[in-house]
């Protein structure tokens, strides 16, 4: 894994409130096999919250397949953990037009709502093609849950504990602008303080 080092003005933020770092009171092992992301509120390089976020650019990309993680997340207003995907060729054809697979984002203070997302050129920030998944009796903050998506040159499938809540087509995508998904994307995990998303 790569980390990346600093805030959303550093051109990839939502107006967020962390200092991402690699110090492993932001990120490290539990000693039970689990990566742990851990956001603070504490006073860094100007930033009043740290947390980590860490990406596999350059070392693992993939076009097409099933990506899945083993998640429990954090519970708190403001915090925004996300598993998602970037197109590998984000420095040539800049963001949306790489293409983005949000797997599984949360708004801290919903514990029991995840959404699964796409951003590409014609839909994307705020016009993102998106659906809530919500557990009945239970939160995704108390247990480790399976997230997924399935991912071919026609339809991104998504998945909670093996559960299909939303199929998106490249017929369907294309409605509303280029389909940007026929191209290796990396993997990112991370736990965002404040932003657009959560408030």
Not at 102 to 125: C, F, K, V, W
Request: proline share 4%.
């Amino acid at each position: 894994w790569s980390f990346d080092i600093g805030t959303g003005t550093d051109g990839w933020g939502n107006q967020e409130l962390q200092y991402y770092t690699n110090r492993k009171e932001n990120v490290s092992l539990d000693g039970n096999g689990n990566l742990v992301i851990t956001a603070k509120k504490e006073s860094y390089n100007g930033s009043y919250f740290t947390s980590a976020r860490i990406n596999t650019k350059g070392l693992f990309n993939q076009q097409y397949g099933r990506f899945e993680a083993r998640l429990k997340t954090p519970y708190g207003p403001g915090l925004w953990p996300a598993f998602w995907m970037l197109g590998a060729n984000i420095d040539q054809d800049s963001w949306p037009n790489c293409g983005e697979i949000d797997i599984m984002e949360l708004r801290g203070q919903a514990p029991h709502i995840i959404n699964g997302t796409i951003h590409g050129p014609g839909y994307s920030g705020g016009s993102a093609i998106t659906k809530t998944y919500g557990l009945q009796n239970g939160r995704f903050d108390t247990d480790f849950h399976l997230f997924a998506v399935e991912w071919d040159q026609n339809q991104i499938d998504f998945f909670v504990d093996g559960y299909l809540y939303q199929r998106l087509t490249k017929a369907e995508i294309s409605k509303k602008g280029n389909w940007a998904f026929d191209n290796p994307f990396y993997l990112l995990f991370n736990v965002a303080v404040g932003g657009n998303y959560v408030g």
